[in-house]
T-cell receptor, first 114, second 114 residues
Framework: GENVEQHPSTLSVQEGDSAVIKCTYS??????FPWYKQELGKRPQLIID?????GEKKDQRIAVTLNKTAKHFSLHITETQPEDSAVYFC?????????????FGKGTKLSVIP | DGGITQSPKYLFRKEGQNVTLSCEQN?????MYWYRQDPGQGLRLIYY???????QKGDIAEGYSVSREKKESFPLTVTSAQKNPTAFYLC?????????????FGSGTRLTVV
């Protein structure tokens, strides 16, 4: 099955700096890579995703890059703000519309220091 | 509450007792999932269902059971065979036909053994 490794497990940055979280996956058939943000005591929420036919995607201060050859993808957050503090999960998914599941990384706790 | 409702929010189980966690969605999603979240472990798949009256084991199904009698409902029973059930349980759903393929999560149930 799929295995997703996520690094680092914790990350502290100064407000305004950039944060980068990296994930690797094992199954070359995986074709969908979402990122979730989970604030303390709340549900994970999708913040950005990327398909395997795209190398990079941006949404305001958030970007995701994908290297299919190396089987890794990364989340980039620029101009970090205290409200970015949360646990971030990457995931890899495969399958068509009929049968689909995501495998998650273990999460990165991001702390943005004011 | 985002179209997918989990109840109760907090649940206490005595040793040897079975308990059932509720998950209901009104999103008309086909697939539903149960994940267990432990600190430092990320999200681990317990069971999933792609269609009514059908479900498959995930990575950590031992000590759990599910049913999918209605499209909207996917209850999870934590049986006495689950030796370490204290965790945060998340239900998710997904439409097989729409994009993005990301999950919608419920707000979770925190189960504690007393």
């Amino acid at each position: 099955g799929e295995n997703v490794e996520q690094h680092p497990s914790t990350l502290s940055v100064q407000e305004g700096d950039s944060a980068v979280i990296k994930c690797t996956y094992s199954d070359s058939a995986s074709n969908y890579f979402p990122w979730y943000k989970q604030e303390l005591g709340k549900r994970p929420q999708l913040i950005i995703d990327i398909r395997s036919n795209v190398g990079e995607k941006k949404d305001q201060r958030i970007a995701v890059t994908l290297n299919k050859t190396a089987k890794h993808f990364s989340l980039h957050i620029t101009e970090t703000q205290p409200e970015d503090s949360a646990v971030y999960f990457c995931a890899a998914g495969r399958g068509g519309a009929g049968s689909y599941q995501l495998t998650f990384g273990k999460g990165t706790k991001l702390s943005v220091i004011p | 509450d985002g179209g997918i409702t989990q109840s109760p929010k907090y649940l206490f189980r005595k040793e040897g007792q079975n308990v059932t966690l509720s998950c209901e969605q009104n999103l008309n999603h086909d697939a539903m999932y149960w994940y267990r979240q432990d600190p430092g472990q990320g999200l681990r798949l317990i069971y999933y269902s792609q269609i009514v009256n059908d479900f498959q084991k995930g990575d950590i199904a031992e000590g759990y059971s599910v049913s999918r009698e209605k499209k909207e409902s996917f209850p999870l029973t934590v049986t006495s065979a689950q030796k370490n059930p204290t965790a945060f349980y998340l239900c998710a759903s997904r439409s097989k036909s729409s994009s993005p393929y990301g999950y919608t999560f419920g707000s979770g149930t925190r189960l504690t053994v007393v």
